[in-house]
């Protein structure tokens, strides 16, 4: 089982929907989670991160937490053609590192 | 100019030879990164280190060195460069906080072993 899991895609959704992204992990001990973004040919860029269970809002971004579960989602509201990226999914697991899932890529259609 | 610079940006080479990857920081940050991005795969850490004298293997890390010259430069090397070593790299900082996830991305340096 890898330590994060993310649903591959890709994902589509019209403009002004909600997309909705998925990650799991295995390690019951991890605390941090984080949410990149990598636009097509760019480095990834933090876009949220989460510590504790339930919802965290910025913007048109609320990233959700289910410890019990070992889940964790990114929810984009109002979604724009400016947010198709791929989304990754990472977790703080063992020694402390920082561990990527294989991301989901989101396509807004206009 | 970037805060984390990459050179070479793209690089093609044939099997055996000697490659070395190049990453410097403006950011002031102790730690940095190695990481190796392939399709489908994600990011995978191939090397880290916490300061000058402190250098750290990875999930990946068969098949290269690296070297901390100074606290704001680490070089990823490939000794004998094989194919299935193409990849796209990233060189990432952070800062000394405990349990940070916020690394800051270089802009990827696309290596190709033909």
């Known amino acids: 089982q890898k330590e994060v899991e993310q649903n591959s895609g890709p994902l589509s959704v019209p403009e002004g929907a909600i997309a909705s992204l998925n990650c799991t992990y295995s390690?019951?001990?991890?605390?941090?989670f984080f949410w990149y973004r990598q636009y097509s040919g760019k480095s990834p860029e933090l876009i949220m991160s989460?510590?504790?269970?339930g919802d965290k809002e910025d913007g048109r971004f609320t990233a959700q937490l289910n410890k019990a579960s070992q889940y964790v989602s990114l929810l984009i509201r109002d979604s724009q053609p400016s947010d198709s990226a791929t989304y990754l999914c990472a977790v703080i697991v063992t020694a402390r590192q920082l561990t990527f899932g294989s991301g989901t890529q989101l396509t807004v259609l206009p | 100019d970037a805060d984390v610079t990459q050179t070479p940006r793209n690089r093609i080479t044939k099997t055996g030879k000697r490659i070395m990857l190049e990453c410097s920081q403006t950011k002031g940050h102790d730690r940095m990164y190695w990481y190796r991005q392939d399709p489908g795969l994600g990011l995978r850490l191939i090397y880290y280190?916490?300061?000058?004298?402190?250098?750290n293997k990875g999930e990946i890390s068969d098949g290269y060195s690296v070297s901390r010259q100074a606290q704001a430069k680490f070089s990823l090397s490939l000794e004998s460069a094989i194919p299935n070593q193409t990849a796209l790299y990233f060189c990432?900082?952070?800062?000394?906080?405990?349990?940070?996830?916020?690394?800051?991305f270089g802009e990827g340096s696309r290596l190709t072993v033909l």
């Open positions: 390690d019951r001990g991890s605390q941090s």
């Open positions: 280190s916490f300061d000058v004298k402190d250098i």
């Open positions: 990432a900082t952070s800062d000394t906080t405990e349990a940070t996830g916020e690394l800051f």
């Open positions: 989460i510590y504790s269970n």
